[in-house]
């Protein structure tokens, strides 16, 4: 990720922002909107399942680490109750290398009607091209949070929902690959098609289903430390109604301080294709860090300083027990 962004403060956004410390935000305030949900979510166990995943290394495309990390997340979310399917595909790259992708769906009570969908890319960026350091731009990234940090959010919720016996929907955990080998900041090259690759071979490649899918919620960059997640700009466009019940539910949660009620930007990630192609309303949690000089998407996007030191199990439990806050609701 990511992309070509159009980052757009509205006046309420500024308001929140002055007197902020640079890639910093304030605790949250508990808001309630709705009443919150009994269920709570585990982030040790999100922090350890994000761990799980670098210890295979960088997951770089067409690597060994990236393979082992596919058989390790697909054991995952059977031994959780899930049904998995995996989606194989040979796609190419920006610069014409053939990528082995592989994206990883799970299913939990697939023979329920009406389903909602979480999503999150699964492989790491090979080239840390934001790093301060020219000397890293060719590294390949950890991917703790651009990456480990949503699919581990979709695993502790698959373990929880093991307990639950008053869901009222199926749902379907989406992992896709190639979403990071779009083209490096030191090409020369613009390609904003080279980006989320796995997803935009996932919606072009539906078949008929014997359910319904309400919406999609992708999480991307969900770990972060310091991070807040505004209403991202084409999510707000594909669903509007999607946005509004997710932050109710944050807030109902308690957690308005990450989720604030104001506009970030347009972002091109994994729910465009999944909105466009797959005609699924889908939006996207991701990280916002206006104040950050490195990056709007913080300080460790696209650089070797994207590993588990900086990942911050509060994020994890924000964007959890919000996500867990709307399938309980539904």
Not at 226 to 255: C, I, L, N, T
Request: proline content about 5%; some cysteine.
């Amino acid at each position: 990720m990511r992309k070509n962004i159009i980052y757009i403060l509205t006046a309420l956004t500024a308001i929140t922002l002055l007197g902020g410390a640079s890639c910093q935000r304030e605790k949250p305030v508990k808001e309630e909107s709705e009443p919150a949900v009994e269920l709570q979510f585990n982030a040790d166990t999100a922090y350890a399942y994000c761990h799980a995943q670098c210890v295979f290394g960088p997951r770089t495309m067409n690597s060994e680490a990236h393979d082992l990390c596919e058989e390790w997340i697909v054991e995952t979310f059977r031994s959780l109750g899930c049904e998995v399917e995996t989606q194989k595909a040979a796609l190419t790259g920006y610069d014409g290398t053939m990528l082995r992708a592989t994206n990883i769906i799970a299913h939990h009570h697939p023979e329920r009607p009406r389903h909602i969908m979480l999503c999150a890319h699964w492989d790491s960026r090979p080239w840390a091209d934001n790093d301060p350091d020219s000397t890293n731009w060719t590294k390949p990234v950890m991917a703790a949070n651009d990456g480990a940090s949503g699919v581990a959010v979709m695993l502790e919720v698959a373990r929880l929902l093991q307990q639950v016996d008053t869901l009222n929907v199926g749902v379907d955990f989406v992992c896709f690959d190639a979403e990071d080998w779009g083209v490096p900041q030191w090409s020369n090259r613009n390609d904003p098609d080279s980006w989320a690759l796995g997803s935009q071979y996932w919606s072009t490649h539906q078949q008929a289903k014997k359910w319904e899918t309400s919406y999609g919620i992708l999480l991307d960059m969900v770990g972060g430390q310091g991070a807040q997640f505004y209403q991202e700009g084409m999510s707000k466009r594909y669903a509007p109604s999607v946005v509004d019940r997710v932050w109710r539910a944050a807030h109902a949660a308690g957690y308005s301080g990450y989720f604030p009620m104001a506009a970030g930007g347009s972002i091109t990630d994994d729910h465009i294709p999944v909105n466009e192609k797959a005609g699924i309303p889908t939006i996207d949690i991701i990280s916002y860090y206006p104040q950050c000089e490195a990056s709007s998407f913080g300080p460790t996007w696209h650089t070797v300083l994207d590993d588990m030191q900086h990942i911050d199990k509060n994020t994890l439990k924000a964007v959890g027990q919000t996500i867990i806050q709307v399938l309980l609701t539904e």
